[in-house]
């Protein structure tokens, strides 16, 4: 039950982008808002209808130039509200996870020159227009990324020996990265089939008081974290829908870089980096070619 008070409410949206592909990194995004009224309601998408532009981040990337550029206007007006100002993709990796590029691909560091640095924006001809209101009593807080690529994607799949798990850890890594003061919300897109999270928290060895497990909604108290898991969050849910913009953003910022430094010149990235896609196998072979070690660039999962 929400209560009203004076205080906007904190509320954040986490979602992961890259979680299937082969290729490329895993991108988990946190984007948190102040809210001027009742969470359930204002930033509910079914109930806000065509007020905002902000949805499911595969309907609005769509391959094709024009649709990029509506995802790049969206993810930028998104991170420009919440401060971010870089105008380089390396600047805005640092800016957003604190490690360098050459970090996220320790202990490849070989990998990381074939990322090369790209000028932001990429596919708008100028920056974007400020951010109007997402939604009337809703504004940008904060936004803050976790990023695995593939060599660090391997080590944490072998140390949890699950995707989904490690997806959950992750969850929980950039919640923790700003801690909400007295409580704050979270929305968080649910992980696969997956309707108990108790017992992942408990493996974690997390404090945690479960108030709802349902196949749709899965409800927790952890820290000062009014938690929720919900099915299809970034298609219903603003701070999910926004944080499943900038996360594919980002993710199609390193697959452009790794097209672009394997003599590529389409102007969106070569390769989807997922196993159906033949150019995504042609890229694998040209890193092989390379002499790179596949553990470094292929995911085992």
Same mark, same amino acid.
């Given at each position: 039950?929400?209560?009203? /008070?004076?205080?906007?409410?904190?509320?954040? #949206?986490?979602?992961?982008?890259?979680?299937?592909?082969?290729?490329?990194?895993?991108?988990?995004?946190?984007?948190?808002?102040?809210?001027?009224?009742?969470?359930?309601?204002?930033?509910?998408?079914?109930?806000?209808?065509?007020?905002?532009?902000?949805?499911?981040?595969?309907?609005?990337?769509?391959?094709?130039?024009?649709?990029?550029?509506?995802?790049?206007?969206?993810?930028?007006?998104?991170?420009? &509200?919440?401060?971010?100002?870089?105008?380089?993709?390396?600047?805005?990796?640092?800016?957003?996870?604190?490690?360098?590029?050459?970090?996220?691909?320790?202990?490849?560091?070989?990998?990381?020159?074939?990322?090369?640095?790209?000028?932001?924006?990429?596919?708008? +001809?100028?920056?974007?227009?400020?951010?109007? &209101?997402?939604?009337?009593?809703?504004?940008?807080? #904060?936004?803050?990324?976790?990023?695995? /690529?593939?060599?660090?994607?391997?080590?944490?799949?072998?140390?949890?020996?699950? +995707?989904?798990?490690?997806?959950?850890?992750?969850?929980?890594?950039?919640?923790?990265?700003?801690?909400? /003061?007295?409580?704050?919300?979270?929305?968080? #897109?649910?992980?696969?089939?997956?309707?108990?999270?108790?017992?992942?928290?408990?493996?974690?060895?997390?404090?945690?008081?479960?108030?709802?497990?349902?196949?749709?909604?899965?409800?927790?108290?952890?820290? /000062?974290?009014?938690?929720?898991?919900?099915?299809?969050?970034?298609?219903?849910?603003?701070?999910?829908?926004?944080?499943?913009?900038?996360?594919? =953003?980002?993710?199609?910022?390193?697959?452009?870089?790794?097209?672009?430094?394997?003599?590529? &010149?389409?102007?969106?990235?070569?390769?989807?980096? =997922?196993?159906?896609?033949?150019?995504?196998?042609?890229?694998?072979? +040209?890193?092989?070619?390379?002499?790179?070690?596949?553990?470094?660039?292929?995911?085992?999962?």
């Amino acid at each position: 039950m929400f209560e009203f /008070t004076d205080e906007p409410v904190s509320v954040a #949206g986490v979602d992961e982008n890259g979680y299937g592909p082969f290729l490329g990194p895993l991108v988990v995004t946190r984007v948190d808002l102040a809210v001027d009224g009742d969470p359930w309601t204002l930033l509910d998408l079914q109930q806000q209808g065509a007020d905002t532009p902000f949805r499911d981040s595969k309907q609005i990337f769509r391959r094709s130039v024009p649709s990029y550029r509506t995802g790049e206007r969206l993810a930028l007006q998104v991170l420009r &509200a919440a401060g971010f100002r870089t105008r380089a993709f390396h600047e805005l990796v640092h800016a957003l996870t604190g490690r360098s590029l050459a970090d996220l691909y320790d202990p490849c560091p070989d990998l990381a020159r074939w990322y090369p640095d790209l000028r932001l924006p990429v596919w708008l +001809k100028h920056e974007p227009d400020p951010l109007p &209101a997402p939604l009337k009593g809703v504004r940008v807080a #904060g936004v803050a990324v976790e990023i695995l /690529t593939e060599p660090l994607f391997n080590q944490q799949v072998r140390r949890f020996g699950s +995707k989904a798990f490690m997806d959950f850890w992750l969850f929980l890594k950039v919640l923790r990265r700003r801690a909400p /003061t007295p409580e704050g919300w979270a929305f968080v #897109g649910k992980i696969g089939g997956t309707r108990r999270y108790g017992p992942w928290f408990r493996r974690l060895q997390e404090s945690v008081e479960v108030r709802r497990e349902h196949r749709h909604h899965a409800a927790y108290r952890w820290h /000062t974290w009014s938690l929720h898991f919900l099915q299809d969050a970034d298609a219903r849910w603003l701070p999910v829908a926004m944080a499943s913009v900038v996360g594919k =953003y980002l993710r199609e910022l390193f697959m452009l870089a790794l097209s672009r430094s394997l003599g590529y &010149a389409t102007p969106l990235p070569y390769a989807s980096g =997922y196993h159906h896609d033949a150019h995504s196998r042609e890229i694998a072979r +040209k890193l092989q070619d390379l002499g790179l070690p596949e553990p470094c660039f292929r995911r085992s999962r």
